[in-house]
């Protein structure tokens, strides 16, 4: 299993639900949070995870073997 | 904090993950070094941010943004004066013998050098300090959940326990290994955000630097007398304790994390995983600490936050957790908890596997049963992993003393492992060292240890024997313990050693300097040059103490 598939798919979920809390309750805040943080720090988890599934998917096309068998 | 249902979502959707990773590598367990050891098969980048993340649990990241709070930046010579060097020294020059050895743990490479008592002296202590460290991990958590969320403790201790144990049982080290580094993303994703918001409303460095005291905010400037500092603690004692003794001996025989490394497919992999490795650790202090500082700043700004308090004092185990619920929405807060569970989870994982393999393969195949067919060793391994999460859950009712975490497991590991490096370094550099000298030096050793914290007292603690002196803190004890730990196995080992037999030499090659092959260097890109990689850490790592001298 190439463990950044999973990785990468589960940060992109959690990227897409916490950038849509940013998109739709956008009044949804902290205390001491000046700017929308859920849409910022949600795209970046989307991008992070994107990258990853990018990764993994270049090693799988390029033939590499990567990660433990199975 | 008040959590709302999209906190719950990803928090699930986290469980959902790190258990179908180890239900999907339960295909990859057939034998007992399968599930014990992974087989050397785990790819580089994985060992090296594991290698990084068995390390990085609950003590790490409460404990590091308490000190934070409590120290300063002092707090970062945890990472840029004890563990880089302790990492780069590991993988250019232990490594070898590790993988030279064929040892399959820690242990057993103490049995091959020297003797079985030494083994077994370092396999019982291991195993005990292992679910204790595994304890503490889950005390941490419940502690925290309960008093942030109000969920009991008994509950949020048996449902992190029941994944951890689920997700090992299923795919072994292996399984525990590729967890670690999706908690390792984890942790960062979920906390990097709070570092920036914290220092940036604190008004940057700058801003911080200008509403704290000197010493809060200066790494160096202020050893030069243990009373001037927060850490009570001067130059001598930071570089021998924790920079020497404290870090070699956790970094380069804690077999937490050198079982990460061993993992790796070859002896060149196992080299470069801690060095690799050492980059993403550099940076963790941006990630862990600054928060802490950042909030004694913002305490002072009157913007409605204020440090926790616990009767007189501060409760600095709270600054992470009270400053998430200032700056997390719902939302990104499911994300920080996540990865405060993540954090526990693979201390607490780590653990496990650790103490697995040490049980299974030097105390029950070492001592109670030798010669079984292999499918027995891996129902062995199995069976010892529910032991293991079982007595780490009583060991978690047990950790009540101490208000900073950091402190307790120091004064654990300066017991355990201060005398242990003095051990390999003798028994790795210096072929003349027999068994019985590395026996009696750590026994030595280990009193040393209790001698010397039971004839000084710091913070009330301490002086069962007799209070002969006093530290400021126990910070400063605790590396007063370790230096006395070391220097006392070392001289025991070298006297005895002088004295008794050594193995013969054809007995020692894979074992010991001078008489083990390493690999030259080929013609291999700069960043795969164990040598050359090392340097450029360091030099990274200078330039880090310089900019927050």
Redesign the interface.
């Known amino acids: ?1 190439d ?1 950044r598939v ?2 990468g ?3 992109l ?2 990227g897409i ?2 950038t849509l ?2 998109i739709l ?1 956008p009044g ?7 700017t929308n ?2 849409l ?3 795209l ?2 989307v991008l ?1 995870g994107t990258i990853l599934l990018a990764l993994a998917r270049r090693a799988s096309l390029s033939g590499r073997p ?5 | 904090m008040t959590l709302h249902a ?1 906190d719950y ?2 928090l699930a ?2 469980f959902g ?1 790190v258990l ?2 180890g239900w ?2 339960k ?2 367990v057939s034998t007992s070094a399968d599930f014990l050891t ?1 087989g050397h ?3 580089l980048w ?1 060992t090296s941010l594991a290698f990084v993340a068995a390390n990085l649990g609950a003590q790490e990241l409460i404990g590091m943004s308490a000190s934070g709070a409590k120290y300063g930046i002092m707090t970062a010579h945890f990472y840029w004066l004890g563990a880089i060097p302790a990492m780069v020294f590991m993988g250019v020059f232990m490594m070898p013998f590790y993988f030279g050895s064929r040892a399959r743990s820690v242990p057993e490479y103490l049995k091959l050098r020297f003797d079985e008592k030494t083994r077994g002296f370092n396999a019982f202590a291991f195993a005990v300090m292992t679910v204790f460290s595994s304890g503490i991990s889950m005390y941490a958590l419940g502690l925290l959940l309960e008093l942030v969320l109000g969920w009991s403790f008994t509950a949020s201790v048996l449902l992190s326990a029941a994944i951890v144990l689920a997700y090992t049982l299923a795919g072994g080290l ?1 399984s525990a290994i ?1 967890n670690e ?2 908690q390792f ?2 942790i960062v ?1 979920g906390f990097a ?1 709070l570092a920036w ?1 914290s220092v940036s ?1 604190a008004g940057g460095w700058s801003g911080i630097a200008h509403r704290l005291p000197a010493v809060m905010t200066s790494a160096w400037g202020h050893m030069g007398h243990a009373t001037d500092n927060p850490m009570g603690v001067e130059l001598f004692s930071m570089a021998a304790g924790l920079g020497f003794v404290l870090s070699f001996g956790y970094w380069c025989t804690n077999f937490l994390v050198v079982q990460r490394a061993m993992a790796a497919r070859g002896m060149a992999e196992g080299r470069l995983t801690p060095l690799i490795g050492a980059f993403p650790k550099m940076l963790l202090p941006f990630v862990v600490i600054l928060p802490g500082i950042a909030a004694v700043a ?1 305490s002072r700004m009157g ?3 204020t440090l926790p308090r616990k009767g007189a004092g501060y409760d600095y185990d709270q600054v992470l957790t009270t400053l998430m ?11 920080g908890l996540t990865g405060l569970m993540a954090s526990f989870m693979s201390g607490m994982a780590g653990n496990v596997t650790a103490f697995n393999t040490v049980w299974t393969y030097d105390i029950y195949q070492g001592y109670i049963r030798k010669h079984a067919p292999d499918a027995h060793y891996l129902k062995v391994g199995r069976i010892t992993t529910v032991v293991g999460v079982l007595l780490s859950i009583g060991c978690a009712y047990l950790a009540t003393l101490y208000n900073n975490i950091m402190d307790l497991l120091q004064l654990v590991f300066g017991f355990v492992n201060a005398p242990l490096f003095a051990t390999f370094l003798l028994g790795m550099f210096w072929k003349r060292s027999t068994a019985n000298g590395a026996f009696f030096g750590l026994l030595s050793g280990t009193v040393a240890a209790a001698a010397t914290h039971g004839l000084t007292v710091a913070e009330g603690k301490g002086g069962w024997i007799a209070p002969l002196a006093t530290y400021p803190s126990t910070m400063a004890q605790n590396f007063w313990i370790a230096i006395w730990a070391f220097a006392v196995c070392f001289l025991v080992t070298v006297a005895i050693s002088l004295v008794t037999r050594r193995k013969p030499v054809e007995e020692l090659k894979g074992l010991v300097w001078g008489v083990t092959p390493i690999p030259r260097e080929g013609n291999v890109p700069w960043y795969e040059r164990p040598v050359l990689l090392a340097v450029t850490v360091l030099v990274c790592c200078a330039f880090l103490n310089w900019a927050f001298r």
């Not at chain 1, 990567?66 to 199975?70: D, N, P, V």
């Not at chain 2, 619920?325 to 994300?335: E, I, N, R, T």
């Open positions: 299993m463990l999973p990785s798919l589960f940060f979920l959690t639900i916490v809390m940013g309750f949804t805040t902290a205390p001491l949070a000046e943080v859920n910022y720090s949600g970046s988890m992070f990567q990660g433990r068998r199975g | 999209v979502v990803i959707l986290y993950f179908g990773i999907y590598l295909r990859t992974s098969s785990v790819p994985i292996t590729y580094v999706l993303f984890l994703m955000p918001l409303r913002l913007v409605g936050y619920a200032q700056f997390y929405p719902s939302g990104l807060l499911g994300v």
